[in-house]
């Protein structure tokens, strides 16, 4: 594993403009049939499971950040749908492709895992930013910066992480593909301490 910090602090904060209650639209990769995901995911919650500080993250919220659109309060729902048939034609190039999850690394906020090969997952999300491009005046956040991962449980606390590598480094879990054929647009919220979303439109790949 590379190189990780002493401690970890709470990943539930509550950053700028987010609030109880307040929803969000954003682009994810999701893995609600991936069972071999489903199978990585138990085996490190299970291998986890006597660490404090942590909420692992059950398979149907397992998911791959790919890009924010904007909180619902503030997208006017014609612009939203307008990104959706955008981003239906710019996908349609992208081919669908597998990706494979091996080794955790710890995050001062999360245990999560980068994802190989990394450059489709770029791929398509330089096509949903390009369909946002196409609809609104700009693009939110970085284009800079993304590193492709799904997260198994995030830090609820400021816990040592030395308990937390020893868990990981006493187990053997094998790899996990998954096949990536879709990107979903769905209306985020992290009320409960978790990120937890309704389906707005799943959008397939070329």
Do not use: C
């Not at 995050?107 to 609104?136: N, T």
């Amino acid at each position: 594993m590379t190189s990780q910090p002493e401690h970890m602090r709470n990943h539930w904060w509550w950053r700028p403009g987010w609030s109880v209650g307040r929803r969000f639209y954003t682009w994810h990769l999701t893995f609600g049939e991936q069972h071999d995901v489903h199978r990585f995911a138990e085996q490190h919650r299970k291998a986890l499971s006597h660490i404090d500080g942590l909420d692992p993250i059950p398979d149907q919220w397992l998911h791959l950040t790919m890009q924010g659109v904007g909180f619902v309060d503030e997208v006017d729902r014609a612009a939203v749908d307008a990104i959706v048939e955008a981003a239906r034609v710019r996908l349609a190039a992208v081919p669908g492709f597998d990706l494979t999850l091996s080794t955790p690394r710890i995050d001062p906020e999360a245990v999560l895992v980068p994802v190989q090969p990394d450059g489709p997952v770029r791929a398509v999300r330089h096509a949903i930013r390009s369909a946002i491009r196409d609809v609104l005046p700009e693009v939110p956040e970085a284009s800079a910066g993304f590193m492709p991962h799904v997260s198994v449980a995030y830090s609820n606390n400021n816990n040592q992480v030395s308990p937390l590598s020893e868990a990981l480094a006493a187990v053997d879990i094998p790899p996990a593909t998954a096949r990536v054929k879709s990107a979903e647009l769905i209306v985020l919220h992290r009320d409960n301490r978790m990120y937890e979303w309704t389906p707005y439109v799943q959008v397939p790949l070329g």
